[in-house]
């Protein structure tokens, strides 16, 4: 009878461990939601008919984005300024990083002039390298 009531009395104490893989489980799903709304949102922030090429590579890892829009606006990293505010900026960010880049997006429909203004507002900046941004032709391999 001991021993029954020795028993019973080691099932009735608390429990000492935490199970903590549940906890992983929805950090992961956060994680995940995360990363793919902050992508969605980054492409939505501006609206740029980009040209397509059959031979358009992968996506650019870039530490500046400089968009121009169909009326020829130039914005950096998503806010609009004129030409002589983004050369500032962009020789600020080679000062901090000598290896920075940058990704330049123009609509389809902006002048090629004003594509390779942009062009020399990067190279005189002090940039290292830059990239055109296109988007893939539908149909065309990867």
């Given at each position: 009878?001991?021993?029954l009531?020795k028993?019973?009395?080691?099932d009735?104490?608390?429990?000492?461990?935490?199970?903590?893989?549940?906890?992983?489980?929805?950090?992961?799903v956060l994680?995940v939601?995360?990363?793919v709304?902050?992508?969605?949102?980054?492409?939505?922030?501006?609206?740029?008919?980009?040209?397509r090429a059959?031979?358009?590579?992968?996506k650019v890892?870039s530490?500046?984005?400089?968009?121009?829009?169909?009326?020829g606006a130039l914005?950096?990293?998503?806010?609009?300024?004129?030409p002589?505010?983004?050369?500032?900026e962009l020789?600020?960010?080679?000062?901090?990083?000598p290896?920075?880049?940058?990704?330049?997006?123009?609509?389809r429909?902006?002048?090629y002039?004003?594509?390779?203004e942009v062009?020399d507002?990067?190279?005189g900046?002090g940039l290292?390298?830059?990239?055109?941004d296109?988007?893939?032709a539908?149909g065309?391999?990867?």
């Amino acid at each position: 009878m001991a021993a029954l009531e020795k028993v019973a009395s080691q099932d009735d104490g608390p429990i000492a461990s935490i199970n903590i893989i549940p906890f992983v489980d929805i950090v992961l799903v956060l994680l995940v939601i995360f990363i793919v709304t902050s992508a969605a949102i980054v492409r939505a922030s501006l609206k740029v008919d980009l040209p397509r090429a059959a031979a358009a590579g992968a996506k650019v890892a870039s530490t500046l984005n400089l968009v121009l829009d169909k009326g020829g606006a130039l914005a950096l990293d998503g806010r609009p300024m004129a030409p002589g505010a983004a050369r500032a900026e962009l020789q600020a960010a080679v000062a901090r990083d000598p290896a920075a880049q940058a990704v330049i997006a123009a609509d389809r429909t902006v002048p090629y002039g004003k594509v390779m203004e942009v062009i020399d507002l990067v190279k005189g900046a002090g940039l290292s390298g830059f990239a055109l941004d296109i988007e893939r032709a539908p149909g065309s391999p990867p």
